[in-house]
């Protein structure tokens, strides 16, 4: 019984992730519990609720219009779902102050998430920031 349910938890998040990829952020919301909570890196706690997820996703959409995700690794076990990402896309908006380059990038994250019914509870996120902004602020490509 145990494998139906971490099954149809990893089905769950590649189809959070193919609705992400497609733009579509308030059907990406009603994936989220309405108590969601957002756990990054270099803060001091969690973030709480379904707009703060939807206001960084919508940073990342207007930055890289193009993003495409691929999932490089899913696995799940209980209640939890872990994937590795691929972010690929091009600089063409404001993202983080930085004006758009319009250089091509590439990053991976590393993610967790919770789940609870079939919603989304709760993510623990370690995006290669420091590599995605080594790309977009850093020296052209000759």
Known sequence: METVAFEKNIDLLRRAVQTLQ???LDAC???LTADFIANLPGLPGPLHGREIWKSGA???REG???L???VEDIFGAGDKVAVRLLFQGTHDGPF???PPTHRRVAFTSIEIYRLVG???AEEWVSPDL???MGQISGPASP
């Open 58 to 60: 919508q940073a990342m």
């Open 29 to 31: 919301v009603e994936l």
């Open 68 to 70: 495409r995700i691929d």
């Open 118 to 120: 079939d919603r989304i």
């Open 96 to 98: 983080q102050g930085v």
């Open 64 to 66: 890289f219009p193009d």
């Open 22 to 24: 497609s733009g579509d």
């Open 130 to 132: 420091m590599g995605l």
